[in-house]
């Protein structure tokens, strides 16, 4: 008994910065109505920038094309702490004003799809960018030097650090501060009013644009702050560290977006309830080796969403339900048939290069369908599609290997398995959708990873899984070959097929009545359900094809990959797949083709001669900020809108050349 209240003790650290996190959160939202999922990751930068700054005496510049870092202390000098966090804390100041002006201040009357879009890339933009200007330099896995004292104190007869204690005190006064601040001060009352009603407090004489500015400079001071105090405990890694947001976003869900008290109580809870499962797995043998700590937000988020329905409070302001236009497809099987034959035979003529691009790309294209049935039909924003490939990939290994079941049965089963887990992390979209949909899939693609992805059992371990050959009528359609034979062609040729298939097949979804009444409840739901649409049966429809799709996409990547692990299908690939898709065009097929294209190792990459995945990451995250804010139809509504344009501009220079 003991122990166990000294690790909950001990979970007090990470239960701190879950807080302080959570409640940067329900200040950006109160201030512009957007759930920030790159908070914790503008935290990780701010804390990069700190450590940096104190050891090195150089600032990391965070803007793509320019020098990596700037000096700005001399050779050899070394900052005081103080210096570099006071110096740090102004950075953090100015970043969230310029992310708020040029990343959600555009974004205030997009509907969810739109910021949750532009709060990903930011998302992978700050990601990318600490991987590059942080590679080789220790920081990413050193635990960097602390401010607050370590030294173990005894407390109720047990040891305990003392930067645990101090970062609850910490977050104890923040959250009596903020809490005094928004509810008895002119600041926190007008930001109040502008969360109801952006109209009345404009005639009061406040400015919500002002408002919402000094918020979000606030909120990422505090993401900073946190980060870069427990980074000496838990270590600074951009991707774990950015990954805290969804702690974090529980933490907020149970305070309502609304209360500090309760977020910060809630997030002190999760990090000491997380503590505790870490413990108690090391002290259970019959407890699977699998992250159960990272499974506890999913819970609770579900919990909360399941009891409250929709999460996120209302505000005052209005928005405009703009979704990117999903064409009626008039034309569908000449032109697929048209583009497979021109891959097919690019397959068999092409170099090995070449060959592995179509590959890619038709893969891709395969999952990327899976977000355009959900979030592009639908409006339904899922973040775990790669999650639910994996499922069907390791699920395909397993029913191959252990119950002996041949291709094409053991894929087609698999993504039947991928099906079940969307199914059941799509619960709460029978009554929830936009932002509080994103959050409880992005804590299911983490829960997901780290329960199943990352059991021995189910995926080989650290030596991974072989992937068999697939094999039809004695015809051996793998893609192992010797030399310039790899890939082999019919391996092209077999995903070719799939996903031609699965294209018509969406698109004559979308032609008919189920694409319609798709559209439906992404318009209305309400108005739909009172023409004799069941938005229930259409939403869990949504998501039993898409995700049968990511688990068909993940048996095809299984086999390209012919040896696979639980990296092969993190989080942040969902992410970067969902860029890809809004950027080519998240509500049509050519769309998700566009996505398949401009993949890493597709087409394009191809084309261009391979390059940096980060710097294209990077650049994935600042398109799709600019176009979720500008041209939410994606790549593919520019093209049409450009043919649309073309005839008509040929028509008005004849009708002069005639008049």
């Given at each position: 008994?003991?122990e166990?209240?000294?690790y909950?003790?001990?979970?007090?650290?990470?239960g701190?910065v879950?807080?302080?996190?959570?409640?940067?959160?329900?200040?950006g939202?109160?201030?512009s109505?957007?759930?920030?999922f790159?908070?914790?990751?503008?935290?990780?930068?701010?804390?990069?920038?700190?450590?940096?700054l104190?050891?090195r005496?150089e600032l990391?510049v965070?803007?793509?094309?320019?020098?990596?870092?700037?000096r700005?202390a001399?050779s050899?000098?070394r900052?005081s702490?103080?210096?570099?966090l006071g110096v740090t804390?102004v950075?953090?100041a100015?970043?969230g004003l310029?992310?708020?002006l040029l990343?959600?201040r555009p974004m205030?009357?997009?509907?969810?799809?739109?910021?949750?879009?532009?709060?990903?890339g930011?998302?992978?933009?700050?990601?990318a960018?600490a991987d590059?200007r942080?590679s080789?330099?220790?920081?990413?896995?050193?635990?960097?030097?602390?401010?607050?004292?370590?030294?173990?104190?005894?407390?109720a007869?047990?040891?305990?650090?003392?930067?645990?204690l101090?970062?609850?005190?910490?977050?104890v006064?923040?959250?009596?501060?903020l809490?005094?601040?928004?509810r008895?001060t002119?600041?926190?009352?007008?930001t109040?009013?502008a969360?109801?009603?952006?109209?009345?407090?404009v005639?009061l004489g406040?400015?919500?644009d002002r408002?919402?500015?000094?918020?979000w400079?606030l909120a990422?001071i505090?993401a900073g702050?946190?980060v870069i105090l427990i980074a000496?405990?838990a270590g600074l890694?951009p991707?774990?560290?950015?990954?805290l947001?969804v702690?974090a976003?529980a933490?907020?869900?149970?305070g309502g977006f609304r209360?500090f008290v309760f977020?910060?109580v809630?997030g002190l809870?999760?990090?000491?309830a997380?503590s505790e499962?870490?413990?108690?797995?090391?002290?259970?043998?019959w407890l699977?080796d699998i992250?159960l700590a990272?499974?506890?937000?999913?819970?609770?988020?579900?919990a909360?969403?399941?009891f409250r329905?929709?999460?996120l409070p209302?505000?005052g302001?209005?928005?405009?339900t703009?979704?990117p236009?999903?064409p009626?497809?008039t034309?569908?099987v000449?032109p697929?048939?048209a583009?497979?034959?021109a891959?097919?035979a690019?397959?068999l003529t092409?170099g090995s290069?070449w060959?592995s691009?179509?590959?890619v790309t038709?893969?891709i294209t395969?999952?990327?369908?899976?977000?355009v049935v959900?979030t592009g039909?639908?409006?339904?924003?899922?973040l775990?599609?790669?999650?639910l490939?994996?499922?069907?990939?390791?699920s395909?290994?397993?029913?191959?290997t252990?119950a002996?079941?041949?291709?094409?049965i053991a894929?087609?089963?698999a993504a039947g398995?991928a099906v079940i887990v969307?199914?059941?992390a799509?619960?709460?979209?029978?009554?929830?959708r936009?932002?509080?949909l994103a959050i409880a899939?992005?804590a299911?693609?983490?829960?997901?990873?780290?329960?199943v992805?990352r059991?021995?059992?189910?995926?080989?371990?650290?030596?991974?899984a072989?992937v068999?050959?697939p094999?039809?009528?004695?015809i051996d359609?793998?893609?192992?070959?010797?030399?310039?034979a790899?890939p082999?062609p019919a391996?092209?040729?077999?995903?070719?097929?799939v996903?031609?298939?699965?294209?018509i097949a969406?698109?004559?979804?979308?032609?008919?009545?189920?694409?319609?009444?798709?559209?439906?409840v992404r318009?209305?739901?309400?108005?739909a359900?009172?023409?004799?649409?069941?938005?229930r049966?259409?939403k869990?429809?949504?998501f039993?094809?898409?995700?049968?799709?990511a688990?068909?996409?993940g048996?095809?990547?299984?086999y390209?990959?012919q040896t696979?692990?639980?990296?092969s299908?993190?989080?942040f690939q969902?992410l970067a797949l969902?860029a890809?898709?809004?950027?080519?065009g998240?509500?049509?097929?050519p769309?998700?083709?566009?996505?398949g294209v401009l993949?890493q190792?597709?087409?394009?990459?191809a084309?261009m001669?391979?390059?940096s995945s980060?710097t294209?990451?990077?650049l994935?995250g600042?398109?799709?900020?600019l176009?979720?804010?500008v041209?939410?139809?994606?790549?593919?509504?520019?093209?049409r809108a450009?043919?649309t344009?073309?005839?008509t501009?040929?028509?008005a220079?004849s009708?002069?050349?005639h008049?």
């Open positions: 008994m003991t166990n209240l000294q909950l003790l001990l979970g007090l650290g990470g701190a879950i807080a302080a996190l959570g409640l940067g959160l329900v200040i939202y109160r201030a109505g957007v759930v920030n790159a908070h914790a990751a503008l935290g990780m930068w701010i804390a990069f920038t700190y450590f940096e104190r050891a005496g990391l965070p803007i793509l094309g320019l020098p990596d870092r700037v700005v001399p050899g000098y900052l702490w103080a210096t570099a804390l950075l953090a100015v970043y310029i992310v708020y990343v959600f205030r009357r997009a509907p969810a799809l739109g910021k949750v879009v532009a709060s990903l930011l998302f992978l933009y700050l990601l960018m590059m942080t080789g330099r220790g920081a990413a896995v050193a635990r960097p030097e602390g401010l607050l004292p370590s030294a173990v104190v005894p407390l007869g047990l040891d305990i650090p003392q930067d645990r101090w970062l609850t005190l910490i977050v006064v923040a959250t009596g501060v809490t005094v601040c928004y008895w002119r600041f926190g009352i007008a109040r009013a969360a109801e009603n952006e109209t009345g407090t005639l406040y400015s919500p408002l919402a500015a000094l918020n400079m990422t505090l702050a946190a000496p405990i890694d991707s774990t560290t950015s990954l947001v702690p976003l933490a907020a869900l149970l209360s977020t910060a809630a809870a999760i990090g000491m997380q499962l870490l413990h108690l797995r090391s002290q259970w043998d699977p992250g990272h499974g506890l937000p999913f819970v609770l988020i579900i909360v969403l399941a329905g929709e999460g209302a505000r302001a209005i928005e405009i703009r979704f236009r999903a009626r497809p034309h569908v000449a697929s048939a583009l497979a034959v891959a097919i690019a397959l092409l290069s060959r691009a179509i590959i038709t893969v395969l999952i990327a369908l899976s977000v959900l039909f639908v409006g339904q924003i899922s775990m599609p790669m999650a490939a994996g499922i069907g990939a390791f395909m290994i397993k029913l191959s252990s002996g079941l041949p291709f094409p894929p087609l089963l398995l969307g199914l059941t799509g619960v709460p979209a029978v009554r929830v936009g932002m509080n899939t992005l299911a693609a983490v829960a997901v990873e780290e329960l992805l059991w021995s059992w189910f995926t080989g371990g650290l030596g991974g072989q068999p050959r094999e039809l009528f004695g359609l793998g893609i192992q070959a010797a030399g310039d790899f082999r391996f092209g040729v077999l995903c070719v097929a996903v031609t298939v699965a294209g969406v698109a004559n979804l979308r032609r008919g009545s189920t694409g319609l009444q798709w559209l439906a318009a209305n739901e309400r108005a359900a009172s023409v004799g649409v069941d938005v049966h259409a869990l429809t949504a039993a094809i898409s995700s049968f799709l688990g068909l996409g048996t095809l990547l299984a390209e990959y696979l692990s639980a990296t299908f993190v989080v969902s969902l890809l898709t809004y950027l080519g998240v509500a049509s097929v769309g998700a083709v566009i996505a993949a190792g597709g087409l394009l990459s084309a001669g391979g390059g980060q294209q990451f990077a994935n600042a398109m799709l900020i176009v979720a804010a041209y939410p139809d994606g790549l593919d509504g520019a093209l450009l043919r344009r073309l005839p501009a040929r028509r220079r009708a002069h050349a008049s």
